[in-house]
């Protein structure tokens, strides 16, 4: 194998190693997203365990983050409960950031 091969196998193993770690912090992001929304909206443990399994599953419909943000704006609507969309969208970047640290340990 020459060097450039070589070169691309490594390249290639990267970015797989990053994709997945991609999807890890997603999924771990989404697990306290529906933590604390299953909280909001009053679930018991094994309601939220459930909860978390709809998020991770709703952020896989499309790129990006906006599904999960229509799913728990819907869910507290239904619920009735009143909550600005900012709150929501923070309490989003609160749960990426703790799931990204939790992979730099």
């Not at 196998?9 to 604390?36: H, R, T």
């Amino acid at each position: 194998m020459n060097k450039f091969d070589e070169r691309e196998k490594s390249f290639e193993k990267k970015f797989q190693m990053d994709e997945e770690l991609q999807f890890k912090i997603a999924a771990k992001s989404n697990k306290y997203l529906g933590e604390w929304a299953g909280s909001k909206l009053g679930k018991s443990e094994e309601e939220k365990k459930n909860y978390i399994q709809e998020i991770i599953k709703s952020d896989l419909e499309e790129a990006g983050q906006e599904d999960v943000f229509r799913k728990i704006k819907k869910d507290f609507q239904a619920a009735s409960i009143v909550i600005e969309e900012t709150e929501i969208r923070d309490q989003m970047k609160k749960a990426f950031t703790r799931a990204k640290e939790d992979f730099k340990k």
